[in-house]
Protein backbone atom coordinates (compact mmCIF):
# COMPACT_ATOMS: atom_id res chain seq x y z
CA UNK A 1 0.00 0.00 0.00
CA UNK A 2 1.95 2.78 -0.89
CA UNK A 3 -0.08 5.49 0.32
CA UNK A 4 -0.98 8.75 -1.65
CA UNK A 5 0.88 9.22 -4.48
CA UNK A 6 1.44 12.36 -5.86
CA UNK A 7 3.74 13.39 -9.19
CA UNK A 8 5.56 14.93 -10.23
CA UNK A 9 7.67 16.10 -6.87
CA UNK A 10 8.73 19.12 -8.60
CA UNK A 11 7.43 21.16 -11.93
CA UNK A 12 8.66 23.89 -13.65
CA UNK A 13 6.89 25.87 -16.07
CA UNK A 14 7.15 29.07 -17.79
CA UNK A 15 4.52 31.42 -17.70
CA UNK A 16 1.71 30.87 -19.79
CA UNK A 17 2.14 27.17 -19.78
CA UNK A 18 -0.51 24.34 -18.53
CA UNK A 19 0.64 22.66 -15.39
CA UNK A 20 -0.91 19.11 -14.63
CA UNK A 21 -0.74 17.65 -10.89
CA UNK A 22 -1.28 14.39 -10.42
CA UNK A 23 -2.81 12.15 -7.10
CA UNK A 24 -3.25 8.64 -6.58
CA UNK A 25 -5.46 8.01 -3.84
CA UNK A 26 -4.13 5.53 -1.21
CA UNK A 27 -6.04 2.11 -2.32
CA UNK A 28 -9.76 2.04 -1.49
CA UNK A 29 -10.00 5.63 -0.85
CA UNK A 30 -12.36 7.31 -2.97
CA UNK A 31 -12.67 10.79 -2.02
CA UNK A 32 -10.07 13.23 -2.79
CA UNK A 33 -9.21 16.44 -1.53
CA UNK A 34 -6.65 19.24 -3.03
CA UNK A 35 -4.86 21.77 -1.17
CA UNK A 36 -2.93 24.51 -1.62
CA UNK A 37 0.22 25.97 -0.11
CA UNK A 38 1.30 29.41 -1.04
CA UNK A 39 4.98 30.51 0.20
CA UNK A 40 5.14 31.57 3.94
CA UNK A 41 1.42 30.65 4.11
CA UNK A 42 -0.40 28.58 5.58
CA UNK A 43 -2.62 25.29 3.30
CA UNK A 44 -5.94 26.20 1.84
CA UNK A 45 -8.76 23.96 0.66
CA UNK A 46 -8.99 24.25 -3.25
CA UNK A 47 -11.32 20.97 -4.30
CA UNK A 48 -13.22 17.78 -2.63
CA UNK A 49 -13.91 15.46 -5.34
CA UNK A 50 -15.30 11.90 -5.60
CA UNK A 51 -14.85 9.32 -8.55
CA UNK A 52 -16.49 10.92 -11.69
CA UNK A 53 -18.01 14.40 -9.81
CA UNK A 54 -16.68 17.26 -7.84
CA UNK A 55 -18.35 17.78 -4.68
CA UNK A 56 -17.01 21.09 -3.33
CA UNK A 57 -14.86 23.29 -5.69
CA UNK A 58 -15.45 26.34 -3.10
CA UNK A 59 -12.11 26.52 -2.81
CA UNK A 60 -10.63 27.23 -6.78
CA UNK A 61 -10.40 30.32 -8.42
CA UNK A 62 -12.65 31.16 -10.58
CA UNK A 63 -10.83 31.03 -13.72
CA UNK A 64 -7.54 28.62 -15.69
CA UNK A 65 -8.28 26.11 -12.58
CA UNK A 66 -9.71 22.48 -12.83
CA UNK A 67 -10.13 19.28 -11.35
CA UNK A 68 -11.05 16.26 -12.17
CA UNK A 69 -11.42 12.42 -10.53
CA UNK A 70 -12.40 9.85 -13.48
CA UNK A 71 -13.43 7.01 -13.03
CA UNK A 72 -10.29 5.31 -14.08
CA UNK A 73 -6.33 6.88 -12.98
CA UNK A 74 -5.44 9.54 -10.80
CA UNK A 75 -7.30 12.93 -9.69
CA UNK A 76 -5.79 15.21 -12.03
CA UNK A 77 -5.61 19.48 -11.04
CA UNK A 78 -4.87 21.24 -14.08
CA UNK A 79 -3.79 25.09 -14.15
CA UNK A 80 -3.94 26.44 -17.15
CA UNK A 81 -1.69 29.56 -18.37
CA UNK A 82 -0.01 29.47 -14.91
CA UNK A 83 1.06 32.90 -13.32
CA UNK A 84 4.01 33.83 -11.36
CA UNK A 85 1.62 33.98 -8.01
CA UNK A 86 0.57 30.11 -8.69
CA UNK A 87 3.41 29.30 -7.68
CA UNK A 88 3.04 27.07 -4.39
CA UNK A 89 3.40 23.66 -2.94
CA UNK A 90 -0.02 21.63 -3.98
CA UNK A 91 -1.11 18.84 -1.44
CA UNK A 92 -3.85 16.17 -2.10
CA UNK A 93 -5.20 14.07 0.23
CA UNK A 94 -7.53 11.11 0.42
CA UNK A 95 -10.05 9.31 2.71
CA UNK A 96 -12.30 6.57 2.17
CA UNK A 97 -15.36 8.37 3.78
CA UNK A 98 -16.73 11.67 2.75
CA UNK A 99 -15.84 14.59 5.11
CA UNK A 100 -12.67 12.88 6.36
CA UNK A 101 -14.48 11.45 9.44
CA UNK A 102 -11.93 8.90 9.67
CA UNK A 103 -8.71 10.60 9.17
CA UNK A 104 -7.21 11.59 5.38
CA UNK A 105 -3.92 10.64 4.57
CA UNK A 106 -1.71 13.05 2.75
CA UNK A 107 0.49 12.97 0.09
CA UNK A 108 3.90 14.67 -0.72
CA UNK A 109 3.09 17.25 -2.61
CA UNK A 110 4.22 18.71 -5.80
CA UNK A 111 5.98 22.03 -5.91
CA UNK A 112 5.19 24.46 -8.81
CA UNK A 113 7.76 27.07 -9.74
CA UNK A 114 6.63 29.31 -11.91
CA UNK A 115 9.43 31.27 -14.19
CA UNK B 1 -9.48 36.94 12.51
CA UNK B 2 -8.05 33.82 11.66
CA UNK B 3 -11.11 30.74 12.18
CA UNK B 4 -7.62 28.83 13.60
CA UNK B 5 -5.63 30.45 15.49
CA UNK B 6 -1.97 28.86 16.09
CA UNK B 7 0.27 29.87 19.26
CA UNK B 8 3.04 29.95 19.17
CA UNK B 9 4.35 30.82 15.93
CA UNK B 10 7.78 29.66 16.55
CA UNK B 11 8.87 27.91 19.55
CA UNK B 12 12.76 27.19 20.42
CA UNK B 13 13.19 24.09 22.89
CA UNK B 14 16.24 22.17 24.19
CA UNK B 15 16.17 18.64 24.11
CA UNK B 16 14.61 16.80 26.63
CA UNK B 17 11.72 19.57 27.14
CA UNK B 18 8.16 19.31 27.33
CA UNK B 19 6.18 21.23 24.68
CA UNK B 20 3.02 22.62 24.10
CA UNK B 21 1.65 24.12 20.89
CA UNK B 22 -2.42 25.78 21.43
CA UNK B 23 -4.50 25.61 18.65
CA UNK B 24 -8.18 27.96 19.53
CA UNK B 25 -10.71 27.98 16.73
CA UNK B 26 -13.77 30.00 16.32
CA UNK B 27 -16.08 27.72 14.41
CA UNK B 28 -18.28 24.46 14.86
CA UNK B 29 -16.26 21.30 14.11
CA UNK B 30 -16.60 18.00 13.79
CA UNK B 31 -13.03 16.84 14.47
CA UNK B 32 -9.56 18.50 14.62
CA UNK B 33 -6.96 17.42 12.79
CA UNK B 34 -2.46 17.73 14.23
CA UNK B 35 -0.18 17.44 11.27
CA UNK B 36 3.13 17.45 11.22
CA UNK B 37 5.32 19.12 8.23
CA UNK B 38 9.17 18.42 7.41
CA UNK B 39 10.68 21.41 5.52
CA UNK B 40 10.36 19.75 1.81
CA UNK B 41 8.59 17.26 2.48
CA UNK B 42 4.98 15.92 2.92
CA UNK B 43 2.58 15.85 5.75
CA UNK B 44 1.53 13.46 8.21
CA UNK B 45 -1.45 13.36 10.39
CA UNK B 46 -0.52 13.04 13.80
CA UNK B 47 -3.99 12.68 15.47
CA UNK B 48 -7.55 13.34 14.30
CA UNK B 49 -9.75 14.26 17.95
CA UNK B 50 -13.49 14.93 18.72
CA UNK B 51 -13.20 14.80 22.09
CA UNK B 52 -11.15 14.17 25.33
CA UNK B 53 -7.49 13.27 24.29
CA UNK B 54 -5.06 11.01 22.29
CA UNK B 55 -1.59 9.88 23.02
CA UNK B 56 0.81 8.18 20.68
CA UNK B 57 4.62 7.64 21.67
CA UNK B 58 5.55 10.78 23.04
CA UNK B 59 2.87 12.65 21.32
CA UNK B 60 -0.12 13.98 23.05
CA UNK B 61 -3.28 15.47 22.19
CA UNK B 62 -6.34 17.00 23.29
CA UNK B 63 -9.40 18.56 23.26
CA UNK B 64 -11.71 20.88 25.11
CA UNK B 65 -15.04 20.87 22.74
CA UNK B 66 -16.65 23.60 24.93
CA UNK B 67 -13.72 26.09 25.56
CA UNK B 68 -12.92 25.26 21.21
CA UNK B 69 -9.20 25.06 22.01
CA UNK B 70 -6.93 22.05 22.00
CA UNK B 71 -3.46 21.41 22.65
CA UNK B 72 -0.50 19.37 21.21
CA UNK B 73 1.84 18.09 23.69
CA UNK B 74 4.99 16.55 23.39
CA UNK B 75 7.09 14.81 26.30
CA UNK B 76 11.27 14.61 26.06
CA UNK B 77 11.31 16.41 22.71
CA UNK B 78 14.02 15.20 20.32
CA UNK B 79 15.81 17.11 17.29
CA UNK B 80 13.95 15.00 15.00
CA UNK B 81 10.75 16.61 16.13
CA UNK B 82 11.87 19.91 14.89
CA UNK B 83 8.92 20.46 12.25
CA UNK B 84 6.03 22.22 11.67
CA UNK B 85 2.67 21.53 13.21
CA UNK B 86 -1.04 22.15 12.17
CA UNK B 87 -3.75 22.68 13.65
CA UNK B 88 -7.01 21.92 11.39
CA UNK B 89 -10.39 21.49 11.73
CA UNK B 90 -13.24 19.76 10.42
CA UNK B 91 -16.11 22.29 10.02
CA UNK B 92 -19.41 21.09 11.41
CA UNK B 93 -21.64 22.35 9.02
CA UNK B 94 -19.53 22.43 5.26
CA UNK B 95 -17.96 18.55 6.51
CA UNK B 96 -16.29 18.27 3.32
CA UNK B 97 -13.02 20.60 4.24
CA UNK B 98 -10.53 20.90 6.46
CA UNK B 99 -9.48 24.82 7.64
CA UNK B 100 -5.52 25.15 8.95
CA UNK B 101 -3.90 26.94 11.27
CA UNK B 102 -0.89 28.85 10.41
CA UNK B 103 1.71 26.46 11.78
CA UNK B 104 3.90 26.40 14.39
CA UNK B 105 7.38 26.09 13.35
CA UNK B 106 9.20 23.89 16.37
CA UNK B 107 13.15 23.39 16.56
CA UNK B 108 14.42 21.36 19.63
CA UNK B 109 18.41 21.87 19.73
CA UNK B 110 20.51 18.85 21.00
Not at chain 2, 2 to 11: A, R
Not at chain 2, 31 to 44: K, R
Not at chain 2, 53 to 82: F, M, V
Amino acid sequence: NAGVMQNPRHLVRRRGQEARLRCSPMKGHSHVYWYRQLPEEGLKFMVYLQKENIIDESGMPKERFSAEFPKEGPSILRIQQVVRGDSAAYFCASSNQGQGLYGYTFGSGTRLTVV
Amino acid sequence: KNEVEQSPQNLTAQEGEFITINCSYSVGISALHWLQQHPGGGIVSLFMLSSGKKKHGRLIATINIQEKHSSLHITASHPRDSAVYICAVLEGTSGSRLTFGEGTQLTVNP
